[in-house]
């Protein structure tokens, strides 16, 4: 994909257009199901309140018990707030019958939705949750979408720019390795993303100047402040360095993973141990809906005490 940078008008005039019609896309969005397209992870439940659960120091282990055979995840202790809400789960015993209700091979394998439990055949699923979302924790680069990292999916950034997280879906990335040669169209990628996230939040503090230039039909002063906003964005990033690490290219190009998910959801652990477990399910076969013809099924998770 060629990358556009941004002063290319008609980026800055879209992120400044959706502004004024934000509220429309996102009852789209709420409306929709989860997408095919394999760039996207999304819980479709619209979720309003905000986790409220004590943080757990240092990184814990999660022993998960499946129809497809057992796994073991450990959850980072530098996110805290998925870390302390999934451990809480856990002890709830929350996600004990829930299925893995969308996997799409060569990219990852969802679960969480408490509707899944009792789910018929065929269902439509990727709705459920507790009914709270979580904090966004994107701690990028530390921690990336290599092959078996444990992220949380979430809303699209039209209703959820703040890029909140599910209160109990997750995914588990399987993704594809990516050949050396395109490693720097990668790196090129990422800071386009982290550049227009910077611009897309720019425009969210200024809605209220962008829509009352909008009615009055001052094109100019629209184009001043995308001016403005695009110079502010660069200068935000004119000093940073290299976008990918050399663990990031090591393990890209090796075990593999989704690295165009960097940097807008958050990882917030990694299977340790099964990882067979996770290419059993990725290779399950699934109907129309990407939800495996044959249940796979989270039987218990409990905590590995140490």
């Known amino acids: 994909m060629i990358l556009k940078t941004l002063r290319t008008l008609s980026f800055a005039a879209f992120a400044l257009g959706v502004m004024a019609c934000g509220s429309e896309g996102a009852a789209a969005e709420e409306k929709g199901a989860a997408t095919k397209d394999s760039s996207t992870i999304i819980s479709t439940q619209k979720e309003t309140a905000m986790t409220d659960t004590t943080a757990t120091k240092g990184d814990v282990k999660v022993r998960v018990n499946t129809t497809a055979g057992d796994f073991t995840v450990l959850l980072y202790g530098d996110t805290p707030k998925h870390q302390a809400n999934f451990l809480k789960l856990v002890k709830e015993g929350y996600y004990n019958g829930t299925l893995f209700h969308r996997v799409i091979k060569d990219f990852m394998v969802q679960a969480g939705d408490p509707d899944s439990k009792t789910a018929a055949p065929g269902a439509a699923l990727g709705s459920g949750g507790p009914g709270y979302q979580i904090d966004a924790e994107i701690e990028f680069p530390k ?3 290599k092959r078996y990292a444990l ?5 699209g950034d ?4 703040e890029k909140r997280s599910s209160g109990s879906q997750f995914y588990v990335v399987t993704g594809r390795a990516v050949p050396e040669g395109q490693l720097g169209q990668l790196e090129k990628q990422a800071k386009y993303t982290k550049m227009q996230d910077i611009f897309n939040r ?3 503090e200024h809605k209220d100047e962008i829509m009352a230039l909008r009615r009055n039909r001052d094109q100019a002063g629209l184009q001043a402040l995308q001016d403005k906003l695009v110079k502010e964005t660069e200068a935000a990033v004119a000093n940073d360095g290299p976008m990918m690490t050399e ?12 690295p165009h998910l960097d940097g807008a959801y958050t990882v917030f652990g990694e299977v340790i141990e099964g990882k067979d477990v996770i290419d059993r399910i990725e290779k399950a076969e699934t109907d129309g809906r990407d939800r495996p013809k044959e249940d796979v099924r989270i039987t218990s998770m409990s905590i590995v005490e140490e």
């Open 202 to 204: 720019l425009t969210m």
């Open 143 to 145: 921690h990336f979408h």
């Open 247 to 258: 663990e990031m290219k090591a393990a890209y190009t090796t075990v593999g993973g989704a």
């Open 158 to 161: 039209q209703v959820n720019p």
């Open 151 to 155: 992220a949380a999916a979430r809303q």
